[in-house]
């Protein structure tokens, strides 16, 4: 199949062009020849943008390429987030749970995927990741990889929370699978949720080098450390039969791989 693919320099679109050309399929430049958009393009996890940057981004050439996307008649595949369900919650969220956005790069993918919907004749589909992981990760993900790596105290011992995460790799492989799919939207992740101190752990060892984790007070952690944040990725299961080939402990090791050797 011929992808045109947006965002393709990008960590989710460097490990998708390597996906699609061990699965076979072409990534094209454009519409014109392409089977199939995913559109990844996006502004995240950046300080200092204003909110109408994002909007004119995360909003605007999405919604470009989804009016292209409909009129040469391919199916588009849009990288959303989970936190447009918000930045925590008890129970596991689904589909189907409210939009409560907390910030501005969140608010941008509510209205980008409110945005697509309304548009005539696309055939949408939808991905909810919450947080993404493996080789060349930024942000919070590699700063507590570091930490762990250098053998620094960390204060997570105390927390009893769940969070949900996907390998790069798993999610590339959700997206494959949803490139001929009946338009929906879907959450996704690697598995069973992970507490903090797990996750930590797990890390450690992927690295060769012991978590050092101790007590302190739960309310003095910042909230993503503390926080729930759990999905239901039983839609995308049952809908698409789809199962995540990596393991998050094969996940783990292969972005412990990656920190060592980078």
Known sequence: MRIALTG????????????????????????????ALVHLAAIAHRSGVHEAELRRVNVGLAVDAGRSAAAAGVPMVFMSTVKVHGEESQAPLRETSPFAPGDAYARSKVEAEEALRSIEGLRLTVLRPPLVYGPAVKAN?????????RGLPLPLAGIENRRSLIYVGNLCDAIL????????????????????????????????RPARLFRFPRVLIPGPLRSCLEVDASALRTGLGWRPPFSFEEGLRLTAAWYRNR
């Open 8 to 35: 393709a320099s990008g960590f989710i679109g460097r490990s998708l062009m390597a996906a699609l050309r061990a699965a076979g399929h072409e990534a094209v430049p454009d519409l014109r020849s392409a089977q």
């Open 141 to 149: 993900f590699l700063a507590l990889m570091r930490a762990v790596a």
């Open 177 to 208: 699978a949803c490139l001929d799919a009946p338009g929906k939207t879907y959450l996704l992740s690697d598995g069973a949720p992970v507490s903090t101190p797990q996750l930590c752990v797990a890390l450690g060892q992927a690295l060769g």
